[in-house]
């Protein structure tokens, strides 16, 4: 098993480079299947979810090259619209190959991506959506079969999904229909696979905003594209940087991706500096409590940084109130970092975190990615040494973790021990963005 061993209270200070957006990788991987082709995407972070995404487009019938900072997918051969069971549920960004399917062959299957430790996660608003669109999609068990093609037309989500905003607009390439999406997520991500769908020739507007368009027929293109950088691993390092009194700089980012969680940073009494893509976080004494703080749909603060959030602000001065509205089951880090010796209270949506004066290091357990990383960070500010087990949880989406606290000065190794899990029951559980890792028997409709 292996696990993160910290030395805490170190403050970090140095450069690093921000990674590639897990995020926008991993849909725009999935539209690599819409128009049949050799695309490029350079700038994919190596983490656990990329090389998932791989496997299924290899499953598919795609080949697929990683050299360097580049993966080279060659879609222009697919051998199935069927995504193997084992596969999909190992991976709920798998939801978007309905969308890429459907654009490429007019049909797919895949399987209800397991729940999760954050909520309950169900696709009824894709469903709803491709069905608003024409397309014909039943559902048997745990698998889902969608057939047809978009008749265009404008629909409205019943919620601005980011997954199901993403999906439609893959979706709505298959016809000749027009579309307009209302209602749309408008995170960054979105108009990262915007960008990658034009550089295939692809006519899609509005993305970033409630209201995108999107012109069926085929695409024109190979494409070469190159993701953004990760804003929430932007943050997540922002807050690392804050939460030791540290001082460091990110670069390869985009600061105004990162505003939300620039503006509670201030708050809380740290500086930030923003050049071109770099981002400049120092502070120095005790960090302040920021008030409340509500997870919102982008550009409102992310729920993707609320754990790392709760994290910080449980040495803040004062009490702060964390309300998290997008997932209903988000404080899966709480249990440990009340074992760390924080003072948490929840009652539904809401957190309340009353500063204490400092953290202890101890024995703690990743059961989601950012839960992960927020342990991982309580670890950072903690006096004493953590060891966090589960880090298969984190390095899903966070490329060499470690290894980049290391770049700014931070004590972690990452280690291997032969003991048994101690907790298997925390195991069991699926992680944020994954389905059920311990897999699911499908009935009902049988995968060409
Ligand atoms: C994306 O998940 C991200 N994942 C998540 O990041 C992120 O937390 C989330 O958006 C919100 O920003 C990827 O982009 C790969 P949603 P997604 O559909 O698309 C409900 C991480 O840590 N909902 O916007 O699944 C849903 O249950 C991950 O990097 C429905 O009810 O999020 C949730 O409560 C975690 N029906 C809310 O909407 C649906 O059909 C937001 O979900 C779809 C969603």
Redesign the pocket.
């Known amino acids: 098993m292996e696990y993160y061993e910290i030395d805490g209270g170190i403050p970090l200070r140095g450069e690093y480079e921000v990674r590639g957006a ?2 926008a990788a ?2 725009i991987l999935a539209a690599t299947l819409c128009k049949g082709g050799i695309h490029e995407i350079y700038g994919c972070p190596e983490i656990g979810d990329v090389h998932t995404m791989i496997e299924i487009l290899r499953s598919l019938g795609a080949a697929v090259e990683w050299s360097g900072d580049c993966i080279c997918v060659d879609s222009r051969f697919l051998t199935g619209t069927a995504v193997p069971p084992q596969l999909m549920s190992q991976l ?2 798998s939801v978007f190959l309905l969308g890429s399917l459907l654009a490429r062959t007019e049909e797919a299957v895949i399987c209800r991506p397991g729940g999760c430790r ?9 469903i709803a959506g491709l069905q608003r669109l024409g397309f014909d999609v039943r559902e048997e068990g745990e698998l889902v079969a969608a057939a047809g093609r978009c008749r265009g037309g404008r629909i409205r989500l019943a ?6 905003t993403e999906n439609l607009m893959m979706a709505a390439l298959s016809g000749s229909g027009y579309t307009v999406l209302e209602n749309c ?1 408008a ?1 960054p ?1 979105i108009e990262d696979l915007q960008g990658f769908l034009r550089s295939c020739g692809y006519r899609v507007y509005g993305a970033g905003t409630s209201c995108i368009h999107i012109e069926g027929g085929r695409g024109l293109h190979d494409a070469m594209y190159f993701i953004m950088g990760d804003r ?1 691993e932007t943050a997540t390092y922002m807050m690392a940087l804050a939460g030791t009194g540290g001082d460091g700089i990110l670069t390869g980012t985009q600061s105004v991706y990162v505003s939300a969680v620039t503006e509670v940073l201030e708050r809380m009494g740290a500086q930030i500096k923003n050049h071109e893509d770099r981002i400049q976080v120092t502070c120095r004494g005790r960090l302040k409590s920021p008030g409340t703080v509500i997870t919102q ?1 982008y550009p409102g603060f ?3 940084c609320q754990p790392q959030l709760m994290s910080l602000v449980t040495c803040a001065e004062g009490t702060a109130t964390i309300r998290e509205e ?3 089951n988000r404080f899966t880090h709480k249990k440990d970092l009340m074992k760390m010796g924080a003072n948490i209270e929840t009652c539904g949506k809401n957190a309340i975190i009353k500063g204490v004066g400092s953290l202890r290091g101890c024995p703690v357990r990743a059961l989601d ?2 839960g992960g990383a927020a342990l991982v960070l309580a670890g950072l500010m903690a006096e004493g040494t953590s060891l966090v087990r589960g880090i298969e949880h984190i390095e899903r ?1 966070y490329e060499d973790f470690a290894g980049g606290i290391r770049k700014l000065g931070g004590n972690i190794e990452k280690k291997i021990t032969e003991t048994k899990k101690t907790d298997e029951s925390a195991d069991e559980t699926a992680d ?2 994954s389905g059920n890792r311990g897999g699911r028997s499908f009935s009902g409709i049988t995968p060409v």
């Open positions: 897990k995020n991993l849909p709920r960004s954050i909520g309950s996660r169900p696709i009824d608003i894709h919620y601005p999904s980011v997954g199901a997520a995170e991500e929430i749909p992310p729920t993707d997008i997932f209903e990615l950012r989406g944020s963005d």
